[in-house]
């Protein structure tokens, strides 16, 4: 078990315990309590600024950094403030969140409601499958089939010579039989 370190010592005592008369002026020490380092370190920068030439160097320095630190928090809340107001999240006196419930509750509804547009309403589903002719539980196969079996027989470049009538009829059920395919294969 290693030994408890011990407090080192600024400097050495003189041997009659006499401290030093700032030390005796201090309520509660005696003149033979030693001073541990750091209990006294202003003379010790002192002397420090003494022997670089100049004024405090450590005070200088601790201000540049705290200044720059200052800046950097600035920064760092100015551009969360920006990416929330850009996304539409920003509620002053709260701070942005990644997982806010709020927002993640918005964008699943954002997501479901673009999945229900994407996705076909069973009327439609059952007016294509009725469009090809065929049952609702026909195969992907079947639909194939039917749907170059009914484009064949209603192109348009097939009516060309017939009445205007007849080739609007057959234009018309030609864009019906296609739209009913890309509805069905969609599904799959």
């Known amino acids: 078990m290693p030994k408890p370190s011990r407090p080192r010592w600024r400097r050495a005592r003189p041997a009659d315990g006499a401290g030093t008369a700032e030390q005796a002026d201090r309520p509660g020490t005696t003149r033979s309590d ?14 420090l600024a003494d022997v670089l030439g100049g004024p405090d160097p450590h005070g200088e320095h601790a201000e540049r950094y705290s200044a720059w630190a200052e800046r950097l928090r600035e920064k760092r809340r100015s551009a969360r403030q920006t990416i929330a107001e850009a996304d539409g999240t920003h509620r002053p006196g709260r701070t942005h969140s990644y997982w806010d419930p709020a927002q993640v509750y918005r964008e699943s509804k954002r997501v479901e409601q673009q999945a229900a547009l994407e996705r076909p309403a069973p009327t439609d589903i059952h007016a294509a499958y009725a469009a090809l002719e065929l049952p609702a539980d026909a195969t992907m196969e079947q639909v194939e089939a039917q749907y170059r079996r009914l484009v064949k027989r209603h192109h348009p470049d097939r009516h060309r010579h017939a009445p205007e009538d007849v080739q609007a009829f057959h234009a018309e059920r030609f864009r019906i039989v296609s739209d009913a395919r890309a509805l069905l294969h969609k599904l799959d």
């Open 34 to 47: 030693p001073e541990p380092v750091g209990a006294g370190d202003e003379d010790l920068l002192c002397s």
